[in-house]
């Protein structure tokens, strides 16, 4: 049987959907997997499905029945699906979701030779105190979070494998703060950008967190924001021209302040800039990060060359689609 299907999984999620909608563009015959009912439940989502063929949908429940049955036709799998709420502390739950899925998923493409390309996370690298270095041994790094944990479980598993027991072709990425069009159903879990957009639109003004470190002003807190955009671009290219085998850190390599991402979008709305510094919840304040920033050599090492999108050109990108998205009530920021 050729194999000429390309299986997403978290095909109903932000960055899953969008990356889904260009091989369909393409014309690939995609393999849509999520939990059904979020193809229809998320506007933005069911919008990007509209009048799409060459797609069949599985729940992801279902997934690995139907992938043991249908293994000879399938070209690559992207697993991108995952349960991204950094607040969740069911630490079985996020091991169920996470780690051990994702291993079902590995082992079943390493012993039918499909390429394999799943997300992991800079979470795991914690508050940064080990740096954010992808050529460094994950287990030296401490997240904050049992989310973090459940991805940082997975890259080491995946690292503890010989050559022999992993796919022909793998990688993992370590997504940095994603933003951009799409985001909307993710609520509490959606970008600082998505939170500035809804807060300015609907009052004129942003809520940031203030610092409660003295080193650090208020709104200096640094983040390595990337475009949805440029992670799209990066995973379509793998499927023309691959990278060696391993785990990378994908964000722009340059931490912006909260200023600098307010300004920016205070200017694309065209609005007044208006901000108010609120004290970090208590729940979160201990755990709160206040910098990261991608290590980029290994990525660009082994040939990757594109430049990533600004923070000043993502914000233009990101209101220039969403804006007639903002008829809505402002949903709590997130930092």
């Not at 194999?3 to 899953?16: C, L, S, Y």
């Not at 933005?44 to 249908?70: M, P």
């Not at 992207?78 to 349960?83: D, I, P, R, V």
């Not at 959606?190 to 639109?201: E, G, L, T």
């Amino acid at each position: 049987m050729k194999r000429n299907k390309i299986v997403i999984t978290g095909a109903a999620g932000f960055i899953g959907s969008r990356l889904a909608k260009e091989f369909i563009k393409s014309g690939q015959e995609v393999v849509l997997v999520d939990k059904l009912s979020h193809f229809e439940t998320r506007s933005q989502i069911s919008r990007i499905y509209q009048d799409t063929e060459n797609t069949n949908r599985i729940d992801r429940k279902d997934f690995n029945f139907w992938l043991v049955e249908n293994q000879s036709s399938c070209k690559y799998i992207f697993h991108l699906g995952a349960c991204t709420n950094t607040y969740e502390m069911n630490k079985e739950y996020l091991l169920e979701m996470n780690t051990h899925y994702s291993m079902n998923l590995w082992k079943i493409a390493a012993q039918n030779k499909i390429p394999f390309i799943y997300a992991s996370s800079a979470a795991i690298y914690g508050n940064g105190e080990e740096g954010y270095d992808d050529r460094i041994s994950p287990n030296v790094f401490k997240p904050l979070n049992p989310y973090g944990l459940s991805k940082q479980l997975f890259d080491n598993w995946v690292l503890n494998h010989s050559e022999a027991d992993r796919p022909p072709i793998w990688a993992g990425f370590r997504f940095f703060n994603v933003y951009g069009f799409g985001e909307k159903h993710k609520g509490k879990m959606s970008s600082v950008f998505r939170h500035a957009f809804d807060q300015i639109y609907e009052s004129g003004k942003l809520k940031l967190f203030r610092s409660h470190r003295f080193d650090i002003e208020d709104g200096l807190q640094k983040r390595d924001f990337i475009l949805v955009d440029d992670i799209i671009s990066l995973l379509l290219g793998l499927t023309i021209k691959s990278i060696p085998n391993g785990i990378y850190n994908l964000g722009t390599g340059h931490a912006k302040s909260f200023i600098e991402l307010a300004n920016s979008v205070f200017r694309v709305m065209g609005k007044k800039k208006n901000i108010e510094f609120i004290d970090t919840p208590l729940e979160i304040r201990k755990n709160y990060q206040y910098f990261t920033e991608a290590n980029m050599e290994k990525l660009r090492s082994v040939g990757f060359k594109n430049e990533f999108t600004s923070l000043e050109k993502g914000s233009e990108i990101y209101w220039n689609k969403a804006e007639n998205e903002f008829s809505l009530s402002p949903i709590t920021q997130r930092g």
